[in-house]
């Protein structure tokens, strides 16, 4: 299973291949990653501003066979985002 570092390892590196509307989205997911993971790929091209297909080509450039495989390193972005604020908050409690 891949890491949600991954993903954004993979955005990052493949930014300046990507056309303008695949920009947004990846601005886009990295700074609303937790309510993105909720979205199939024509809510998320159409909150974003592009079509559904520039979407699952933003999944294909990015090394995914499609958007169901882009979508479950983005649900792995998510828990790794949950379990770093967990253990920030079980850290804090035990120093109370």
Known sequence: ????TDLITRMNKCYTKMSKGQKKLATYIS???DTAVF????KL???VGVSESTTVRFATLLGYSGFPEFHKAL?????????SV???????SKMT
């Open 75 to 83: 649900e792995n972005v998510v828990k790794e985002k949950l379990h």
């Open 45 to 47: 091209g159409g909150i």
């Open 86 to 92: 967990q253990r920030i908050e079980i850290s804090a």
């Open 39 to 42: 979205m199939t790929a024509a």
């Open 31 to 33: 700074s609303n990653y």
């Open 1 to 4: 299973m891949e890491s949600g």
